[in-house]
């Protein structure tokens, strides 16, 4: 079977870092993503990691450790508008195969 | 933004009615889907086509059919609606090459609601 956990909601202060697991088991694993989604939006590409390690872009980093089944997504510096949806998906072997988290919400309060 | 459309936007039915709702994207991609979002399940996988004519089931594919004719729209039909089927709907685009640092991007939605 296929299972993807993250937390159901977060909170943090304006400025401050904030880190949002996942843990996935699923069959077969071709990648990580994580989205972005405010209320009432479309989710939005973030980040993708395949191998083992931080991949950095700007106030946004995703880790992975494919052994642990395990990513996290760092948001440093928050801003009001980071308060959002956090999607974890997982693509599996076939390409077709995107599994998705039930998503965090996170809010960020001045 | 990957140019992708969905129509309608909103929509109201009554149980047992036919729907169908439009996915048109303007990027030439070969995969398209249809998911559904709903609230504690995050997004779940209706139907897939990895190109014209080719279509395949996902996770939640019972109540639901798709086509896909041409290249450019994807369609998902509700035979009958029901009140369960009362969602958020995403259509999103890949073009899945061989690199796997493709993703997904996603149509604005549609809101539907079976009364």
């Known amino acids: 079977g296929q299972n993807i956990d993250q937390p159901t909601e977060m909170t943090a202060t304006e400025g401050a870092i904030v880190q949002i697991n996942c843990t996935y088991q699923?069959?077969?694993?071709?990648?990580l993503f994580w989205y972005q989604q405010h209320a009432g939006e479309a989710p939005t590409f973030l980040s993708y990691?395949?191998?083992?390690g931080l991949e950095e872009k700007g106030r946004f980093s995703s880790f992975l450790s494919r052994s642990k089944g395990y990513s996290y997504l760092l948001l440093k510096e928050l801003q009001m508008k980071d308060s959002a949806s956090y999607l974890c998906?997982?693509?599996?072997?076939?390409?077709?195969?995107?599994?998705f988290g039930p998503g965090t919400r996170l809010s960020v309060l001045p | 933004d990957a140019g992708i459309t969905q129509s309608p936007r909103h929509k109201v039915t009554e149980t047992g009615t036919p729907v169908t709702l439009r996915c048109h994207q303007t990027?030439?991609?070969?995969?398209m889907y249809w998911y559904r979002q709903d609230p504690g399940h995050g997004l779940r996988l209706i139907h897939y086509?990895?190109?014209?004519?080719?279509?395949d089931k996902g996770e939640v594919s019972d109540g639901y059919s798709v086509s896909r004719s041409k290249t450019e729209d994807f369609l998902l039909t509700l035979e009958s609606a029901t009140s369960s089927q009362t969602s958020v709907y995403f259509c999103?685009?890949?073009?899945?090459?061989?690199?796997?640092?493709?993703?997904?991007?996603f149509g604005p939605g549609t809101r539907l609601t079976v009364l």
């Open positions: 699923t069959s077969g694993f071709n990648g």
């Open positions: 998906a997982v693509k599996g072997n076939y390409g077709q195969n995107f599994v």
């Open positions: 999103a685009i890949a073009n899945q090459g061989l690199a796997s640092t493709d993703t997904q991007y």
């Open positions: 086509s990895y190109g014209v004519k080719d279509t």
């Open positions: 990027e030439n991609h070969r995969y």
């Open positions: 990691n395949v191998l083992d």
